[in-house]
């Protein structure tokens, strides 16, 4: 009979078993656990094309952000306010637009900060969904689909790529309030549990499980060490066991956690000029200020993806009523998200960190539920990229005259995701899983890369 080779699971199966009828002491069986052991599998992987960005930042408005009152300026809105087209009636913005920075691109007074780095920003004007319902449409935004969950693109991307740094999470999500749709829109779903979302509530205690009740470094890393050895040979007699290697893999990374994340989520180590960048909200640590402050330190200290929800699901920008009620919502986010892109910029990380800004849809051109609402709209809305080798200072897509359907150059969300995995270095063709008897991937079988939008 020829002998199994030895590689390394064989080996450890094989110290499991013998240490098992007494052949090994404990002492034995974890030096040869510890000797055999692999890599982590969040380990850094290569992608399939050289990768414009080596992370992601995603800020996701909930609610339904109106792009007719932000981003795409429409005149002819302005001039027909009250006009009834068809069944509708036309809602004209109430916020003034002006151009900004050597772009000149319009924008609104809700962004006067954003509006300071609008020549770093590259806009999508013509996205579009295939849902105009909160759940679902938040559901397709993140995982390509409206009505089974599946992976994130935070989780296909950890797939894809692994993280830079194993003691932290590849994928955190701050999250004051739960979206729509809760943990299912940052879950792995069949990918391996270690790519899902971890969450993190803002606030003075983020991680309030994290800090080890053992005194002495030394000790306890020892038993860190012991206990994974252990594992690993627990493991090596279950081959194919996925669920048990994703706990194994999470515990490694709540290990990690209590090493690291207390340094990373202590915004008051940045300098005073640091804080005041982000405004006086940065010292409250609940705030989206401090959160996209932290978002810069996770990215700095190799996490791969950071996702950050402004509002939850109630009190968001689901203005039906009232469009004045973007006013206070963009006061939060404004300039937290100017002051995020320039300090990436300044300390040399946009062109190595792709920023995603979206919503689940926009909001129509007509009035809805009050003559100064607007309703749910996903037949064209507006996104935004920026850094991580999109053109900056760039408007890709045209809206009609009323911003209501593409005129020019539509963008699925299928595509939206098929170009965040191309800057990524990642092929959304090739980026696959395969479960239950066919080969899943984020895009589906659908989507095509916006090679226009790259620099």
């Not at 897509?397 to 990524?424: C, N, Q, W």
Request: glycine content about 10%; aromatic content about 8%; charged content about 20%.
């Amino acid at each position: 009979m020829t002998d199994e080779p030895m590689n390394r699971r064989s080996l450890l199966r094989r110290a499991s078993a013998f240490a098992a009828v007494g052949g090994l002491g404990l002492y034995r069986r974890l030096s040869i656990a510890a000797a055999a052991n692999a890599g982590h599998p969040l380990a850094p992987k290569p992608g399939h094309f050289p990768a414009r960005a080596k992370n992601l930042i995603v800020f996701f408005m909930t609610g339904g952000i109106s792009h007719l009152d932000t981003f795409d300026y429409k005149p002819k809105l302005q001039r027909d306010h009250d006009k009834s087209v068809g069944k509708h009636k036309v809602l004209a913005s109430p916020y003034r637009f002006r151009p900004r920075g050597e772009s000149g691109k319009m924008v609104s007074e809700l962004f006067e900060h954003v509006g300071g780095v609008v020549d770093e920003i590259c806009f999508l004007h013509t996205v579009h969904g295939d849902s105009a319902g909160h759940s679902a449409a938040t559901l397709g935004m993140h995982t390509g689909s409206v009505t089974i969950p599946l992976p994130s693109l935070g989780s296909w991307v950890s797939y894809g790529l692994g993280t830079r740094n194993t003691n932290l999470p590849s994928f955190v999500v701050l999250a004051a309030k739960e979206p729509y749709n809760g943990y299912q829109v940052w879950d792995s779903n069949f990918l391996p549990g270690y790519h899902k979302g971890v969450r993190v509530i803002p606030g003075p205690d983020p991680l309030p499980d994290a800090k080890s009740p053992v005194t002495s470094v030394s000790r306890r890393e020892l038993e860190g060490l012991m206990l994974r050895d252990l594992n690993a040979a627990h493991l090596s007699a279950r081959d194919g066991d996925e669920a048990l290697a994703s706990r194994m893999a999470t515990f490694d990374t709540a290990y990690g956690l209590m090493r690291e994340a207390p340094e990373a989520f202590d915004i008051g180590r940045e300098p005073r000029p640091t804080l005041d960048l982000y405004g006086a909200d940065a010292g409250n640590p609940g705030s989206f200020a401090a959160q996209c402050l932290v978002a810069r330190r996770l990215v700095e200290r190799g996490v791969r993806v950071v996702e950050l929800f402004d509002v939850g699901s109630n009190t968001n920008w689901d203005s039906h009523n009232d469009i004045a009620d973007h006013k206070a919502l963009s006061r939060n986010v404004d300039r937290p998200i100017a002051a995020l892109v320039t300090d990436l910029k300044r300390s040399g990380l946009l062109d190595e960190t792709l920023i995603v800004g979206c919503s689940e849809f926009g909001r129509t051109p007509w009035q809805d539920l009050t003559p100064r609402g607007r309703g749910h709209h996903s037949r064209c809305f507006t996104c935004f990229l920026v850094g991580g080798g999109v053109k900056s200072g760039f408007s890709y897509g045209v809206s009609d005259e009323y911003g209501e359907s593409p005129a020019e150059k539509p963008v699925h969300v299928h595509d939206f995701h098929a170009t965040i995995l191309r800057l990524m270095g990642l092929d959304h063709t090739r980026l696959t899983y395969r479960y239950s008897g066919r080969d899943f991937r984020l895009t589906d079988v659908y989507g095509n890369v916006i090679g226009d939008i790259v620099a």
